[in-house]
């Protein structure tokens, strides 16, 4: 059974900087496209970054372009959420995402609270 488990998540006012992990196992991560998301309460789940296999592209949501950076270590199976300037509005749980043989697999999510 796929395992997605992410860690990392706090709390931390306006400014502060968190690092999120996802570590993956029963999972052929290295040939997975792997992406972040986020879920605020009361609004939709959102794309917040995506990473391709070897880790040569990367996307992100116009909100936290220039603030977050995703970054993935294939030899230990983990991708990673560096988000600096944090603002309230980031305010959510993040989910680490894996795509592989047309399937989506997710993780439980944790939780980042940003105060002002």
């Known amino acids: 059974q796929v395992q997605l488990v992410e860690s990392g998540g706090g709390s931390v006012q306006t400014g502060g900087s968190l690092r999120l992990s996802c570590a993956a196992s029963r999972f052929p991560f290295s040939i997975a496209s792997m992406s972040w998301h986020r879920q605020a309460p009361g609004k939709e789940r959102e794309l917040v970054a995506l990473i391709t296999t070897t880790g040569v592209a990367t996307n992100y949501a116009d909100s936290v372009k220039g603030r977050f950076t995703i970054s993935r270590d294939n030899a230990k199976n983990s991708v990673y959420l560096q988000m600096n300037s944090l603002k309230p509005e980031d305010t959510a749980v993040y989910y680490c995402?894996?795509?592989?043989?047309?399937?989506?697999?997710w993780g439980q999510g944790t939780q980042v609270t940003v105060s002002s």
């Open positions: 995402r894996g795509y592989y043989g047309g399937n989506f697999y």
